[in-house]
């Protein structure tokens, strides 16, 4: 076949358009806004899945390298990794939806994983959950609007005894109700400001 692969070019078409958004807002500015690539970020990305180049088995290696460095998969990369490491953006998008541990937007500095086994719903996880989501204004798989905390649930943190519970970052708190996790959450985003 003559000429570049349709997945290539579909690549450096989603890379062209990245540059195109780049220049319309702050051009001197690279990372990420909103889950937008900025320019520079395209180019990062394409240099960290080079060594993936046409390594179809090795797509969640890549992505957990592009994650590990810039902290997300932004989704205007997603067709620059598929077109480098030569797969259909479904297919990326596929793993990416199919795996929690990826994800497509900034996370917060904390992140709160609130227990959802067995025992913890039980025992008051749900209610934990709105507390959670009045305190922070973020719901499970969001982000705080200030940028502090992400919410995730998570299956069981094996402190079952200490029901219903949550982590943020390392730290384990049991034996939470409203007012307990309200006190936690607040002096964690004291400690920020």
Not at 134 to 141: M, P
């Amino acid at each position: 076949m003559d000429g570049p692969s349709p997945r290539r070019t579909d690549a450096r078409r989603a890379s062209s358009r990245i540059q195109r958004k780049g220049r319309a807002g702050d051009s001197a500015r690279s990372g990420t806004e909103g889950g937008t690539v900025i320019v520079g970020t395209e180019s990062r990305v394409a240099e960290l899945v080079k060594p993936y180049a046409a390594k179809p088995s090795e797509l969640i290696q890549a992505l957990h390298r592009v994650q590990s460095e810039i902290g997300h998969i932004p989704k205007d990369a997603q067709a620059v990794i598929a077109g480098t490491v030569g797969v259909p953006p479904s297919q990326v998008r596929g793993v990416i939806t199919f795996y929690h541990f990826f994800r497509t937007t900034p996370a917060g500095r904390h992140t709160v994983r609130l227990c959802l086994g067995t025992a913890c719903v039980v025992r008051g996880a749900e209610r934990i959950l709105k507390t959670i989501r009045e305190e922070l204004g973020a719901g499970l798989g969001e982000t705080s609007a200030d940028g502090l905390f992400t919410v995730e649930g998570v299956r069981c943190v094996g402190a079952c005894g200490l029901a219903p519970v949550m982590m943020v970052d390392d730290e384990v708190y049991g034996r939470l109700d409203a007012k307990r996790t309200k006190r936690i959450l607040r002096e964690i985003g004291a400690d920020e400001g």
